[in-house]
């Protein structure tokens, strides 16, 4: 009879060293038994009874172990010979059963763990050799040639996936690896940088690496610099469209400003291109804002002693020359096409050039009798004038009030002669139009006053 046929079993460890428990690392369970199909030699006793020391060297190259499951005593082993026999021993009379270590078997040695089971197996099979003297001719040349494997590991080689390699080149290649699976994680993170680099694990192993490999560790500084490049660039975007916004407020604006110069801008034409523009729109602004205080002060003093509401006020030269440096300084800070939240900062200067502007627009269309005209541009000054200063609000009021007494004494006027024409009364009625085109020039009451002269002159 034969052992049956399995395939044998490869592991980590490179040596194992049974009593009469098996290692299932090295066995397959099949059916109630397990096979051990690696070389080794077992410690037998004559009888059960006997003495350890009594023990015979018998070597295998391979077994299959059908001791009684929960009684290791129970049972036996079935021992393959190297001439091919079989031989059943009862388990009682095995003392130990060693496993000949293998370099073949050690698929992995790079951490110091594989090297420390190594060494574990080492010792023990020493052990083994000085209780049982017998089993040095059969252990010592395989005890030489595992020592042999710890040298090379000491002196600075590595086993991986069968092969020696210098350590560096195993770090090397590993270190190449973890760069590579982090740069397609940091790349296909989302958003941008927020892939958790410190708390990876591959990160952590590229940084111990990096210990002791120069060029890990610059993999390592690469892959946290484009993570934060590009958590930078995620934090620039979302800045950019909160500045960018119709309803941003200075307030808001100054630290995200702040905020987006320390990330680095000159990583993104957007970023720097927006700093340009906002620190040339601040440049502006310094040089435009005491230049609308001096025209808002000149408005003030020129107001200050008028009391028609006739005729506009007269400006002095001097404040005609503050409104026209207003006016040029605002069309520069327009030019720059400044960011959102800074048009607010320009609102009192915008207010002075157009209360100035309303002004004059009002020396035009009052003399005109242009009323309507000059009512649509007083209620556009009004809220403005108030904050420009006191003042300048009396004058607006001013005149806003003698208007609208105008058109209600026009619309009085100008509804009784259309009265007095469709009572047949045209002589009256021309009178009360007459009347009320002198209040206001309006374009509809001219007509009708054309036509109904024009009815008059006929015979």
């Not at 003093?301 to 006016?327: C, I, K, M, V, Y």
Request: negative net charge.
């Amino acid at each position: 009879m034969t052992l049956p046929e399995y395939p044998a079993v490869r592991s980590l460890a490179c040596l194992i060293v049974t009593s009469l428990v098996p290692f299932a690392a090295h066995a397959q369970n099949m059916e109630g038994m397990t096979i051990q199909e690696t070389p080794g030699i077992a410690l037998i006793k004559p009888q059960s009874w006997s003495k350890e020391s009594d023990a015979t060297v018998l070597e295998f190259t391979a077994y299959v172990d059908r001791r009684a499951t929960g009684n290791a005593a129970a049972g036996y082993y079935e021992f393959l010979l190297p001439s091919g026999n079989k031989r059943q021993v009862d388990s009682s009379k095995v003392v130990k059963v060693v496993i000949y270590p293998d370099e073949s078997r050690i698929v992995s040695l790079v951490e110091p763990v594989d090297r420390d089971r190594v060494a574990t197996s080492v010792r023990e099979m020493t052990d083994v050799t000085a209780r049982f003297p017998a089993t040095r001719p059969h252990l010592l040349p395989h005890l030489r040639e595992i020592a042999t494997v710890i040298e090379r590991y000491d002196a600075g080689e590595v086993k991986m996936d069968g092969q020696w390699v210098p350590r560096r080149v195993y770090l090397e290649r590993q270190s190449a690896k973890y760069a590579q699976f982090l740069r397609e994680a940091i790349q296909n993170a989302n958003p941008p940088g927020s892939f958790n680099l410190s708390d990876d694990s591959s990160y952590t192993a590229l940084l111990a690496i990096g210990a002791s490999l120069p060029k890990a560790k610059t993999l390592a500084a690469d892959l946290l610099a484009l993570n934060q490049r590009l958590g930078r660039g995620a934090t620039r975007k979302d800045i950019l469209k909160r500045l960018e916004e119709a309803g941003a407020t200075y307030e808001a604006s100054v630290p995200l400003v702040a905020q987006l110069e320390g990330l680095q801008p000159a990583e993104d034409p957007a970023a720097s291109a927006f700093l340009g523009k906002w620190k040339s729109a601040m440049t502006a602004l310094d040089a435009l804002e005491p230049v609308a205080k001096s025209a808002a002060e000149a408005l003030e003093a020129n107001l200050a002693d008028f009391h028609s509401t006739d005729q506009a006020p007269e400006f002095s030269e001097e404040t005609r020359t503050h409104l026209r440096r207003l006016g040029d300084q605002l069309r520069a800070f327009r030019a720059g096409n400044p960011p959102p939240a800074l048009n607010a900062r320009v609102a009192g200067a915008v207010a002075v050039e157009a209360v100035g502007a309303g002004f004059m627009e009002l020396g035009q269309s009052l003399p005109a009798r242009k009323v309507f005209e000059a009512k649509t541009t007083l209620d556009a000054m009004a809220p403005q004038a108030r904050d420009i200063g006191p003042q300048c609000g009396r004058v607006v009021s001013e005149f806003q009030k003698s208007i609208a007494t105008r058109i209600e004494f026009f619309t009085k006027t100008r509804d009784e002669a259309k009265s007095l024409a469709e009572g047949d009364k045209p002589a009256e009625a021309i009178a009360k139009y007459e009347e009320a085109l002198a209040i206001i020039a309006d374009p509809t009451v001219e007509s009708a006053l054309a036509d109904l002269k024009a009815a008059s002159a006929q015979p």
